[in-house]
Structure formats: C-alpha cells, structure tokens
C-alpha cells in the first residue's frame, strides 16, 4: 500500500436513499417514518391519496432498477446490470493529515453508477448537521443523484468525517483543512482504481462542504471541476448568528441519545431546522420533518475554521471552473443589502473574490431557502447544473440556463 493511500471497507451493499433497508444508513429514517413525514402537512383526503400514490411509485421505482453491483467494477461496461444504475455501500479508509504515522478512520461512502459505465463522477459533499441523505432528499423530485444518472454520470456520496456512519476523530481535529486533505484521498480513490477509475472527478458541495470542496481544489488542485451550492463569500451576519448561537451540544439532543457523541460535537435543537434552512412556503411537503429526522452533527473544528477570510483565500487559488448555486431566500446568505435575487446579483457578489482567470457561472433557485434540494423548482436545478458539468467537463450537451460572471 502506498503511504497515505487508503484501504477499500466493505459492507452489505445499500442504496443511499430514503428507502435503504438498513434504516441507520440512512440517517435513521424508515419507509414507514418518510410516508409519514410526506404526509404530514396535507389535510384534505385527496392530498393525502395523491402524495401516497407519489410515495408508493417511488419507492417501487426505486426497488426496481436500482440493483447492486460490486464497486469494484461497476463502472466497467462489461459488468452486469440490470437497472440504469448500481450502487452499493463502499467506504474508505483516510487520514486527516499526510503523515503516514497519522489515525485512520472510516468514511462511509455510497457509489452509484449509471448503466454502461461512466467517465464523471461526481464527489457529493453534504453540509455541517447534514449526512449523505442529503443528497437522495424525501422524493424524486429532490434526488441530486437521480439528476446526475440521467446526464450519464456517476455519483459518490459520503458521510464526512464525525457524520452518520462515519467513525468519529476528536471534535478539534475535524477541520476544514484536514476534511480537504481526506477529500483529496478520496478523489484520489476515485481515478486509480481504490473506489474507481474515472476521468472526471467534480466536486459538488452544499453549504459547508463547498468550504471543505473550494479548500481541496485550492490546495490540491485534482479536480476537475466544483459545484458550490448554498455557499457564497459573504454571509447574512444576523441569519447566520442566529444559527450559531442555537447550536448545543449533540450528546443533549434527544435523537443522539445513545449514540455516545464525543464531546465537542454539536447539532441543532429539535424544530429548528426549518427556519434555518427552508422557505417553507416552496419547500417540498414533508421536508420539514424530514429535516428533523435525518439530521447530523457537527464539530468544534468545523466551527472553528468555517471562517469568511479562509474562504475568501481558498476561491482565490482555485483555477477551475466553478458553478455556484444559491436560493434567493437563503437567510444564511441573502438579505436586502446582500441580494441573491439574479444570477447577475451573484456576479457582483463574488467580484474580486475569484482569479480573473478562473470562470464563474451562477444559478439562482427563485424562491428557495438554504437547503436548496428540498424546494420545489429543484428538478430543474438538478438538470441545470447537470447540462453544466457536462458542458464543462466533457463539452458535450445543450447549453446551459446559468449566468456568466464577466470580469
């Protein structure tokens, strides 16, 4: 084994979504707690008979074509598959530092790909007190994954380190300079055949894992390319205190109860989430609640190195091609003296923050909040930002509908 290089775990094969058969992969949610969850906010008897219907094809759709193959070759065309894609539960071993005499620790990791094979996979880097659910939502209409297997892409989605089926370093140690340096092993994993051998490696974060993603490309320079969802340079100062300052410890939280929580790590009290993350006017019924059901913690590393000055000096160094995503009632970031009601008002904000050499393009989700995935209009998000990668990576595919920042 080469120094630093992390070994392959293996587990009983999952899918990484709301449905998975083992409800503690995914974030403890059951089939039975999401019909719930959809439902809950519908009270007339033909909402409720509708969002059933909604709920029971999904689920079969889901069973159906999603078969697991073994990762080692999932991406070879050779292999047998029966559905459009193949995941399957693959974990890895990383480091937090380069150091050969550094910890290891296991990072839960889900990979996903498409029938026939894949040249890009995109690297799914969910945000802080979120896990890999994130990415898989409460419906179809809020898959990420889903998106990428009908442009042709792979997807590996991860709990980061401390997060759902990840082991847990010391609190002070998960930072966001040593989550880039196992992102870096990861993406690593990805092109010489330890998680996969694929061409294209782009980095698709939301909130706090487009810091972590922006401070991997920057410094390590092997991605190909970074989607940067609920993420801007500057923040809603009032929006984002308000979050901070609700934060307590996960040990405390009812949900985390017996999960032995190290000390240092926090999460959000219960019945929070929503105001924080969702414009609950356009979110997806049921998203509430599943926000509550599925979510993770954080760390006081985290906290501590999330600052706007580290930020601002990460984009600097990035020379890749970047897409950043944010919804225009996004408390953590948008207000009325810091808008992100246009693609060009995006523009204006991240001037100066970039190199002139680096392209930057935006999309503005109207009316969503932080948590993008969960609103209605995410589909078309999804196919945006899809076109892009493959725009950009690949130079294949329509265009489009983003905003390009001209500096």
């Keep these: 084994m080469r120094p630093g290089y992390a070994r392959q775990y293996r587990a009983t094969p999952a899918w990484p979504g709301p449905f998975m058969s083992d409800p503690a992969l995914a974030g403890g949610i059951t089939p039975a707690q999401l019909k719930e969850n ?16 909604v709920a029971s094809l999904t689920l ?16 070879s065309r050779s292999s047998p598959n029966p559905g459009p894609a193949a995941c399957k539960r693959h974990d890895t071993s990383i480091t937090l530092t380069p150091k050969r005499t550094a910890p290891r620790y296991r990072v839960a990791g889900w990979l996903c790909v498409p029938r026939g094979g894949a040249r890009t996979v995109q690297l799914l880097v969910s945000g802080f007190t979120y896990d890999h659910t994130y990415w898989t939502g409460l419906s179809a209409s809020t898959n990420w994954t889903a998106g990428a297997f009908a442009h042709g892409d792979a997807v590996y989605l991860i709990d980061r380190p401390g997060v759902g089926a990840s082991d847990r370093p010391p609190a002070a140690q998960v930072t966001v300079d040593r989550e880039a340096e196992a992102l870096h092993q990861i993406a690593t994993g990805l092109r010489d055949g330890r ?21 991997e490309a920057a410094t390590h320079r092997d991605l190909d390319a970074l989607v940067l969802t609920g993420k801007l340079v500057d923040y809603n100062q009032p929006g984002l205190k308000a979050f901070q300052d609700s934060l307590y410890p996960a040990s405390s939280d009812p949900k ?4 032995r929580m190290p000390a240092g790590y926090v999460t959000t009290p219960p019945g929070t989430r929503a105001g924080f993350f969702l414009d609950t006017s356009t979110a997806i019924p049921g998203s509430a609640r599943w926000q509550e059901i599925t979510k993770a913690v954080g760390t006081s590393g985290e906290r501590a190195t999330m600052t706007a000055d580290a930020y601002i000096a990460a984009s600097r160094q990035i020379t890749i091609p970047v897409l950043l995503i944010v919804g225009s009632h996004d408390s953590l970031f948008c207000n009325t003296s810091r808008p992100c009601g246009t693609g060009a008002q995006l523009c204006q904000r991240t001037h100066g923050f970039y190199s002139p050499g680096t392209p930057v393009d935006t999309l503005v989700v109207p009316g969503a909040g932080h948590a993008i995935d969960l609103h209605r209009g995410a589909a ?8 892009w990668i493959s725009r950009t990576v690949t130079r294949t595919g329509p265009r489009p509908a983003v905003t390009t920042c001209r500096r």
């Excluded at 078969?67 to 080692?72: F, G, M, V």
């Excluded at 985390?256 to 999960?259: G, L």
Aim: hydrophobic share 50%.
């Design 380 to 387: 078309a998000v999804f196919t945006a930002a899809n076109r």
């Design 195 to 215: 998680i996969g051998r694929f061409a294209n490696v782009v980095g698709v974060g939301h909130s706090y894992g487009s810091i972590v993603l922006a401070a």
């Design 38 to 53: 959809t439902m809950h906010t519908s009270t007339t008897a033909q909402g409720l008979q509708r969002l059933r219907v």
């Design 256 to 259: 985390f109860a017996r999960s």
């Design 60 to 75: 079969l759709l889901i069973t159906a074509v999603l078969a697991p193959t073994s990762p080692a070759h999932a991406h």
